[in-house]
């Protein structure tokens, strides 16, 4: 495959589809008017997974109906058979983990460079704030430690997305603060991306704003009609730039809270990762309130067994952004196989205090969020081990940090968080 090729396949493949501490608290559930749902279609309206003529499927995607990872048992879609039960927290002490999805991998050489028309642009900043420039014209706001034009001496990336307090530089102070601490800040980039909230948050000209919270659900902004997770696409596919950052061979997403809820779901659903197969990609997923299950079974109340809850007792439990059903815009690309697939092949940590057992800091207690656990630390450990059980191979792990609650950061600040933040083992 020649370099040209290649670079017309990044671009085309990233281009595809539509256009104190942080809380977490649920957004309005049901999906914006005229939005297109899975299930049957109206006339004219693709359903989940149908590809508009002329488009290409996002990259990395099998077709419909191809066979789904396996490790010998059932998907998440099935249930449990008896006796295999999953004892919460036994596969993760407090304190303790194996880092399989953190550890690091070798990664081949780039055969080429990300297409420029896939990129961010570059634009005045104010100390560490920065107004870039995406490639639809739309203007955006990034807090970073280096200029994103590039710098050839950084190797890694640290994403840091920002909770429903929408703190971006707050968030960016503590992943720096535990950047410096771990020794790696003068070869990594941290960029805080900042999500504005329509009629929230004051915006420039251009600026483009999302409704309330439906950013960490990657639903497209108010302004421009652009999904979050295509901006998260063009940021990671700017830091891959060879170009710009020509030593970046790493990139961890990570968030708390409402971040940690939405580099879960870009972590199933996001497309960058897969036009990018040089670079080695981690998600650090940090005490969200809630996670994307793959199938209708949900935990019982002791987290020990997975059955399907009666449809009655929560109507809607199964619809994204607790499940798969009545996806829109970007979400929706995926088949339910494909998106599982693509969250197995990925590394994904899961990090929880050991004292978010607290129904606080807007935890989401809506039925859908209350049938994954009573509290961040439950939902995580169950859905760690929903995960594990039935996929054994997948490159996941949760580790417990024990003494942090709820607290942005102090989770940062743990150094069992920074394996899989900045690939920090010795210390």
């Known amino acids: 495959m020649t370099t040209k090729l290649v670079a017309v396949l990044l671009g085309v493949a990233l281009l595809a589809g539509c256009g104190a501490n942080d809380a977490d608290g649920a957004p309005p559930g049901a999906a914006p008017p005229g939005a297109a749902l899975t299930g049957p279609a109206p006339p004219g309206v693709p359903s989940t997974g149908a590809v508009p003529p002329g488009a290409v499927p996002p990259a990395g995607s099998a077709p419909p109906g191809s066979a789904v990872p396996s490790a010998g048992s059932a998907p998440p879609g099935t249930a449990a058979p008896p006796g295999t039960a999953v004892p919460p927290g036994s596969a993760v002490p407090p304190g303790s983990a194996v880092l399989r999805g953190s550890a690091e991998s070798p990664v081949p050489a780039p055969p080429s460079d990300v297409p420029a028309s896939v990129l961010v642009t570059p634009g005045e900043r104010s100390g560490n704030l920065e107004s870039l420039t995406l490639p639809t014209g739309a203007r955006f706001r990034v807090v970073a430690n280096f200029p994103m034009a590039g710098a050839k001496d950084v190797t890694r990336a640290v994403i840091v997305v920002h909770g429903d307090g929408r703190t971006a530089k707050v968030d960016f102070d503590r992943m720096l ?40 659900q990657g639903y497209a902004s108010e302004q421009g009609d652009l999904s979050s997770f295509m901006v998260m696409d063009q940021l990671i596919a700017s830091l891959a730039s060879r170009q710009r950052f020509p030593a970046m061979r790493h990139i961890t997403l990570a968030g708390h809270s409402a971040g940690g809820q939405f580099t879960q779901r870009y972590a199933v659903f996001g497309r960058a990762p897969e036009t990018l197969p040089w670079m080695a990609f981690n998600f650090s997923v940090m005490n969200p309130s809630s996670y994307v299950y793959f199938g209708p079974e ?3 109340s002791d987290g020990t067994r997975f059955t399907v809850p009666p449809a009655e007792s929560c ?79 997948a490159p996941h792990d949760h580790v417990v940090i024990p003494g942090v609650g709820h607290d942005t950061g102090r989770m940062f600040a743990s150094r069992q ?10 210390w």
């Open 177 to 216: 603060a535990a950047a410096r601490a771990a020794g790696v800040d003068r070869q990594t980039i941290i960029v805080a991306p900042w999500f504005l909230a329509d009629g929230r948050d004051r915006l420039a000209p251009d600026e483009i704003a999302w409704q309330d919270q439906t950013w960490k």
């Open 298 to 300: 949900r935990p019982t």
């Open 315 to 393: 109507p809607g439990y199964n619809d994204y952004r607790y499940g798969l059903q009545r996806r829109q815009g970007y979400v929706a690309a995926l088949t339910p196989e494909q998106a599982l697939r693509r969250y197995l092949g990925r590394r994904v940590t899961i990090l929880n205090g050991a004292g978010d057992t607290l129904a606080n800091h807007n935890l989401d207690t809506t039925c859908p969020a209350n049938l994954e656990g009573p509290s961040r630390l439950a939902r995580g450990t169950y859905y760690y081990n929903r995960i594990h059980s039935v996929y054994p191979e």
């Open 417 to 426: 968080s920074w394996p899989s933040l900045f690939g920090v083992t010795n």
